[in-house]
């Protein structure tokens, strides 16, 4: 349809003025004929025959081709000026509306700008390019190697609350680095967390502020090799449950915990004698769990590591809510 249209008004456009001619010229003449047939009938009314009714109406009107040469010369002398203005109107709207797709379509299919689109900040990628980067050793001051870091980053774009989790390991020389997760002219909040094998678990909370953030120093520490084994309420051993460490509350009082959003590269799952080493303590400490039975929710379980023993045992309970991280 919209190719017959374009067909038909390139036609027009190029139509030329001897077409319109013929057309003003055959309208004249048949209003001359109707003119001539009615003033032959009024004669022949009067009693005039037919073929000198017709003598008598061409006589009174004159000479017929003159008076069409008139007329179309002063019809076309009219119809020139309006047609030709109409052809350029119609030709100045078809290229304003080619003008307006030429400039809407591009614009559409054009991928946003790096200033323009937003990272997961909730704030144009442009402005999130703050790192971040750090370095964990163990207590002799040797780096430590894969090393879980679980990153949270909090920021308040306008009419909202973004929370995005990040998560790396560290290089053999103990350093790692988390590129472009939130935006330094804007406020943010971090929560980081440390985790390796063997070693208490450590964590550290910016709260609110703007700038770039200082490289972060985890300096981890020994752990006490803590056993959780999972037995049903029968006493047979579960495999398969789900757990990782959520919360430690240190000597001093501090403590250190992982968000739940962030938790998934240190799940683990233990093995067919119900067993779950969990190595990230100190005997006495209080600390929080996260586990799920096979089929169930996660839960928190509230423990003390024990100073006599390696092994909490746990069995299934109601599932409890969630906590907020």
């Known amino acids: 349809m ?7 008004l390139i036609s027009y456009l190029r139509l030329p003025l001897i077409a319109h001619a013929d057309r003003e010229l055959h309208d004249i003449r048949e209003e001359i004929e109707f003119h001539l047939s009615s003033s032959a009938a009024e004669h022949h009314s009067e009693g005039m025959d037919a073929r000198q009714s017709q003598q008598t109406a061409l006589e009174q009107f004159g000479d017929v081709k003159a008076v069409v040469d008139d007329c179309c010369d002063v019809s076309l002398s009219r119809h020139l000026f ?6 350029l109107i119609t030709l100045g709207l078809v290229g304003a509306l080619g003008w ?5 379509f591009p614009s559409q299919n054009k991928p946003p700008s790096d200033s323009t689109q937003l990272a997961a900040s909730g704030y144009p990628e442009s402005e999130t390019t703050g790192d971040i980067q750090g370095t964990v050793v163990a207590e002799d001051g040797q780096p430590l190697r894969e090393t879980h870091i679980l990153a949270v980053v909090k920021t308040w774009p306008p009419h909202g609350f973004r929370q995005n989790s990040f998560t790396a390991l560290t290089r053999p020389d103990g350093t790692f680095l988390i590129e472009n997760v939130y935006p330094p002219g804007q406020e943010y909040e971090v929560q980081i967390a440390a985790i390796a ?8 909370y910016i709260s609110m502020r703007t700038g770039t953030l ?4 985890f300096q981890l520490t020994k752990s006490a090799g803590l056993v959780l084994h ?12 789900s757990a990782f460490p959520f919360e430690r509350i240190d000597q001093s009082g501090q403590e250190h915990c992982i968000y739940f959003c962030s938790a998934r590269p240190v799940v683990r799952k233990s093995n067919t004698e119900g067993n779950l080493p969990m190595p990230h303590f100190l005997p006495g400490e209080q600390v929080t769990v996260y586990i799920q039975f096979p089929g169930g929710e996660w839960q928190t379980r509230e423990l003390t590591v024990p100073a006599d023993k390696q092994t909490v045992t746990l069995t299934p309970e109601p599932a409890s809510h969630l906590d907020d991280g």
């Open 2 to 8: 919209l190719r017959h249209w374009f067909r038909t």
């Open 82 to 87: 309006w047609h030709r203005l109409h052809q």
């Open 100 to 104: 307006l797709i030429w400039l809407y």
């Open 197 to 204: 094998d063997a070693h208490l678990l450590k964590s550290e």
């Open 214 to 217: 200082e490289p972060f120093r």
């Open 230 to 241: 999972f037995e049903s309420n029968a006493g047979t051993p579960l495999a398969g449950v």
